[in-house]
T-cell receptor, first 111, second 120 residues
Framework: LAKTTQPISMDSYEGQEVNITCSHN???????ITWYQQFPSQGPRFIIQ???TKVTNEVASLFIPADRKSSTLSLPRVSLSDTAVYYC????????????FGSGTRLQVQP | GAVVSQHPSRVICKSGTSVKIECRSL??????MFWYRQFPKKSLMLMAT?????????EQGVEKDKFLINHASLTLSTLTVTSAHPEDSSFYIC????????????????FGPGTRLTVL
């Protein structure tokens, strides 16, 4: 399984755009990149998934360069409720196998 | 998206007792369920993989006789912590994958809300 590296923590203010970058140098050809959000004492929640280039949904965008060795989760105009831990995962089959969680990035949004 | 529930959400028990945690897929058939454990300010650690109708596969270092897993139906998996001790206090989370009502297979896993176990 490809190992991921992401910043331990980040701070931001309400209304700002937040970009969290994840490194996955050993990503395999059939691997996807998936991001989850976790609030304290809750289970992880799926945010977005991508394979290459750019993916956008109603809550975030995911940017993946051509070499796919990294990815950036972009949260537009964060609010206090976006304070959470964000996990970047790489897996060839997100459904079939258990997910391997790294340390995650603890995002703190301040007023 | 599909919904996974866990019960109870929080449990406090005395040392030496057993605790059962239920994980249910509410609107889809969960062919596979995964059990994770999470200690405070730490990441999720996989404990075992549970396939409906077969024995669970445990990760290295997880005692199968202590953490009993049963996946007897396509909508329910249970984790029983036997003879619980204070060091078993943790946040237990299940996830599930399977088939939706339309017959299509979900490519992602859906997580339950977690169960906070405190052993006194």
């Amino acid at each position: 399984l490809a190992k991921t590296t992401q910043p331990i923590s980040m701070d931001s203010y309400e209304g700002q755009e937040v970009n969290i970058t994840c490194s996955h140098n050993n990503i395999a050809t059939n691997d996807y990149i998936t991001w989850y959000q976790q609030f304290p004492s809750q289970g992880p929640r799926f945010i977005i998934q991508g394979y290459k280039t750019k993916v956008t949904n109603e809550v975030a965008s995911l940017f993946i360069p051509a070499d796919r060795k990294s990815s950036t989760l972009s949260l537009p105009r964060v609010s206090l409720s976006d304070t959470a831990v964000y996990y970047c995962l790489v897996t060839g089959d997100t459904g079939r196998r258990a997910l391997t969680f790294g340390s995650g990035t603890r995002l703190q949004v301040q007023p | 998206g599909a919904v996974v529930s866990q019960h109870p959400s929080r449990v406090i028990c005395k040392s030496g007792t057993s605790v059962k945690i239920e994980c249910r897929s509410l609107d889809f058939q969960a062919t596979t369920m995964f059990w994770y454990r999470q200690f405070p300010k730490k990441s999720l650690m996989l404990m075992a993989t549970s396939n409906e109708g077969s024995k669970a596969t445990y990760e290295q270092g997880v005692e199968k006789d202590k953490f009993l897993i049963n996946h007897a139906s396509l909508t329910l998996s249970t984790l029983t912590v036997t003879s619980a001790h204070p060091e078993d206090s943790s946040f237990y989370i299940c996830s599930a994958r399977g088939v939706g009502s339309g017959g299509s297979t979900y490519n992602e896993q859906f997580f339950g809300p977690g169960t906070r176990l405190t052993v006194l």
